[in-house]
């Protein structure tokens, strides 16, 4: 991540789903019982052995913690049922409320992970951006809404959501994580134009990377999707890696970043993880890292979260593409 000489590539799925079903866990028990995330992702740290592991990835924690209703389904992710008015995140209320709910089941989870692995791997807290957990809580449509209506109170819940953000990655400092990556799949080129993302988002994520930086953490962004456009701009995010979807060539994002930021992905986790065969995923990763490995600053990954279904197979010849 710092550009320095390594024996290989590091590499470092998000495995927090597929890791729930390999321990046959219910997925919502792993939502709501840090003992139970924790020992999935243990367990998939024994069978794998990557270089980090990260909490499950759950984009409704937050917006419930802050006030909105998630619908707990049996052996599924949770979903947000009931959203929020806009004027309801219009409070000072926000940093205290978004350690409420499920959210200290992932600060566990990072404290358990920490307890068990120590500074052997490195440990990652998965927590929603303030762009993604205001569009979560007050619904897509409604933000979409609000940005071409009153762009005054979108900059006001965003920088409310920013330091609300910043109390959540200070308490994962706390319980031992190495560093937090914030998910922001709403920053997507298709819904966050680059102008928009500039002029609102950008500053909050630096914000975020800022204070990261003085918790002693390392500072990781997540875009899904296609965020070609804004590639540049992302870069200046200060984030310590970028991590992107399979949407995106990271040979050519390279070239865009400029060695602002290490990148990190980004197998295809829709199609080829789950559904092709391991010798495909093999070449796949194998060659990807052959494009990225001249210049260091590279972390294979995947695209987004390993899907539950995804044969055991395929990740273990994933694992092995890195190794030299």
């Known amino acids: 991540m710092r550009f320095e000489p390594t024996d290989r590539v590091p590499v470092a799925p998000l495995l927090g789903a597929h890791a729930v079903a390999l321990a046959g866990i219910p997925h919502e028990r792993a939502c709501q019982d840090p003992s139970a995330q924790a020992d999935a992702l243990l367990l998939a740290v024994e069978a794998y052995q990557p270089d980090a592991i990260f909490t499950l990835m759950?984009?409704?924690?937050?917006?419930?913690?802050?006030g909105a209703a998630a619908d707990m389904r049996p052996g599924q992710p949770p979903v947000?049922?009931?959203?929020?008015?806009?004027?309801?995140?219009?409070?000072?209320?926000l940093e205290e409320r978004i350690l409420t709910a499920r959210v200290p089941v992932f600060i566990e989870t990072v404290s358990r992970l920490r307890d068990a692995l120590d500074d052997s791997i490195l440990i990652g807290a998965l927590i929603c951006g303030p762009l993604t957990a205001a569009a979560n809580a007050i619904g897509i449509e409604a933000?979409?809404?609000?940005?071409?209506?009153?762009?005054?109170?979108?900059?006001?819940?965003?920088a409310r959501l920013t330091a609300a953000c910043t109390s959540?990655?200070?308490?994962?400092?706390?319980a031992g994580a190495h560093a937090v990556m914030l998910l922001e799949p709403v920053a997507t080129s298709v819904i966050l134009g680059p102008p928009d993302l500039e002029a609102l988002l950008l500053p909050r994520l630096q914000e975020i990377a800022r204070a990261a930086h003085d918790s002693g953490l390392l500072s990781m962004l997540h875009v899904c999707g296609d965020c070609r456009p804004s590639l540049s701009l992302l870069a200046d995010s200060r984030?310590?890696?970028?991590?992107?979807d399979a949407p995106v060539d990271l040979p050519a994002a390279r070239h865009i970043v400029s060695g602002k930021t290490a990148l990190m992905?980004?197998?295809?986790?829709?199609?080829?993880?789950?559904?092709?065969?391991?010798?495909?995923?093999?070449?796949?990763?194998?060659?990807l890292v052959f494009e990225m490995d001249s210049t260091g600053g590279f972390v294979l990954s995947?695209?987004?979260?390993?899907?539950?279904?995804?044969?055991?197979?395929n990740v273990a010849h994933f694992m092995a593409a890195a190794q030299m």
Do not use: F, K
Request: proline fraction near 8%; aromatic fraction near 2%; include cysteine.
């Open 302 to 313: 995947t695209g987004c979260e390993i899907p539950p279904e995804t044969p055991r197979e």
């Open 265 to 287: 992905g980004n197998l295809d986790v829709r199609h080829l993880l789950p559904h092709d065969t391991p010798d495909a995923v093999y070449q796949r990763a194998r060659a």
């Open 239 to 244: 984030a310590d890696v970028l991590s992107l």
């Open 168 to 174: 959540l990655l200070q308490r994962h400092a706390q």
């Open 143 to 158: 933000w979409g809404r609000m940005l071409r209506r009153d762009r005054d109170l979108a900059a006001r819940l965003l």
């Open 58 to 66: 759950d984009l409704s924690a937050e917006p419930e913690a802050l």
């Open 80 to 93: 947000i049922v009931r959203h929020l008015t806009p004027q309801q995140l219009d409070t000072e209320a």
